[in-house]
């Protein structure tokens, strides 16, 4: 009996611990939202050559969130600045727990921003919230779960949704729910909207699903490029954006029956045709 009491309270120590988790994530995101700005003006061009200001998200100071150094990859602000034509935008993130500095640059950016009208929703997925750690051997395709529909609009509110996505699990294992993501973003959102994935370079469990997706996938990698994510790309006529690089799978690239396109640095394209 006494065994069996403190494998309890040890259990009841550890959920308190990982139930805690969510709140100091949601906190530290907020602080990193309200942090002093450097009030750079960014002047940038978009795809049809007009020209855009945009305010840099970029802190006076260093934060961190989950212990990761926002200063580090700017990946998302710089996609971001790239890309002033990325208005009402579906944000679709990877939310599990090498991710969650990157939901602070998009909330940031959005924040310091809102003349643009980046983000028309949001979704952020876990990839099964803990099955695995619950017993669950399988993560069916398509229906995983862990996807969360947080009210950007409203700071409290979505730090709350933030909160609560932390603390349902982080996945688990290496491959993510992406598509069912989008697929979830899509059924949620009419508007015709393109999607901005933020995800990170591991591989998609569900890309056999990617010919369910209608509109544009355009997504943020926030270290390596992975080829799960130039199929998922390519095939919504999309684009990839990396640290130190870019590729547009636009019409521009299948108006021509593209065979591929090769990875350029600098916003170049570069298409082979039939």
Known sequence: MKNLLRITIVVLAFSGIA????????????????AESSDEVIEVKDKAGKTHYVRSAATTSTHHIGGQNTSTNTVVFDAFNAHPEWQNMNVVVDWTGSMYSYVGQVVRWHHLNKDKQLINSMVLFNDGDDKLRQGNKHKPVGSTGGIYFPDHLEIDSFLKTVALAVDNGGGGDGPENDVEAIIAAQAH?????????IADG??????????????????????????????????????????????????????????????HHTHDVACHVH
């Not at 100091?24 to 939202?33: D, L, N, P, T």
């Open 189 to 197: 959102d009419q508007t015709g909207s393109d999607f901005v994935l």
């Open 202 to 263: 591991t591989s998609i469990r569900d890309i056999a699903l990617v010919n369910q997706i209608k509109r544009p996938v355009h997504v943020i990698l926030c270290d390596h490029v992975t080829p799960d994510y130039i199929t998922l790309a390519r095939a919504t006529g999309g684009s990839i954006t990396w640290p130190g690089g870019y590729t547009d799978y636009s019409n521009q690239c299948t108006a021509h029956h593209v065979t591929y396109c090769n990875h």
């Open 19 to 34: 139930n805690a988790q969510g709140a100091v994530i949601a906190e530290e995101i907020r602080s990193y939202m309200n």
